[in-house]
């Protein structure tokens, strides 16, 4: 049984960065493949990135690529979100995933979410 | 890039009536890589179906999968209270790798 725990709330100003964090626990995360999705107040899913186990590298979406830097501490089984150049659009909770295994393409784990407000 | 259309936007029925919702991409995906999740209110996304078909562990078998190509259905046979929620299909495959489509909103008639 897999568990995400993400870290909290943020609050940052529009131009800077932030780091969400999400502690796996049940598994190691070297056997699993995590993705992040964000959801933007009253909106829909949209997909960031995550590790291809198939190309063996992290891949981002078009949208954040640039932006968006997707790492793990293997050490500690924490997977890390950093997005750069914060704008008010990018206030959302953004959410870990994770399947049952390596290559699994739908995510059946999810961490808890992070609210991420940016405001001047 | 594979965009995936869910209709109807909202769903109006009561409890104990069928659901039927679809979800139609722009391209062909695998049905291995076709999954439907819930999601409630404040809640992080569940993980109904996937491989098209297959319900995940825990899923009541009133809810199933079916489809292939570019056309897909998320069916609720029999509406319980619980299952009035936003659905969302996604797609696992081609470039962009993944994508969700809109959501369905199921309400309460």
């Known amino acids: 049984q897999v568990q995400l725990v993400q870290s909290g709330a943020e609050v940052k100003k529009p131009g800077a960065s932030v780091k969400v964090s999400c502690k796996v626990s049940?598994?190691?995360?070297?056997?699993?493949?995590m993705h992040w999705v964000r959801q933007a107040p009253g909106k829909g899913l949209e997909w960031m990135g995550g590790f291809d186990p198939e190309d063996g590298e992290t891949i981002y979406a078009q949208k954040f690529q640039g932006r968006v830097t997707m790492t793990e501490d293997t050490s500690t089984d924490t997977a890390y979100m950093e997005l750069s150049s914060l704008r008010s659009e990018d206030t959302a909770v953004y959410y870990c995933a994770t399947g049952t295994r390596k290559y699994s393409s739908s995510w059946y784990y999810w961490g808890q979410g992070t609210l991420v407000t940016v405001s001047s | 890039e594979i965009v995936l259309t869910q209709s109807p936007g909202t769903l109006s029925l009561s409890p104990g009536e069928r659901a039927t919702l679809s979800c139609r991409a722009s391209?062909?995906?695998?049905?291995?890589?076709l999954a439907w999740y819930q999601q409630k209110p404040g809640q992080a996304p569940r993980l109904l179906i996937y491989?098209?078909?297959s319900r995940a562990t825990g899923i009541p078998d009133r809810f199933s999968g079916s489809g292939s190509g570019t056309d897909f259905t998320l069916t609720i046979s029999r509406l319980e209270p619980e299952d009035f929620a936003v659905y969302y299909c996604?797609?696992?495959?081609?470039?962009?790798?993944?994508?969700f489509g809109q959501g369905t909103r199921l309400e309460i008639k």
């Open positions: 049940g598994y190691t995360l070297t056997e699993l493949s």
């Open positions: 391209q062909s995906v695998s049905s291995s890589y």
């Open positions: 491989g098209a078909s």
């Open positions: 996604q797609q696992y495959g081609s470039s962009p790798r993944v994508t």
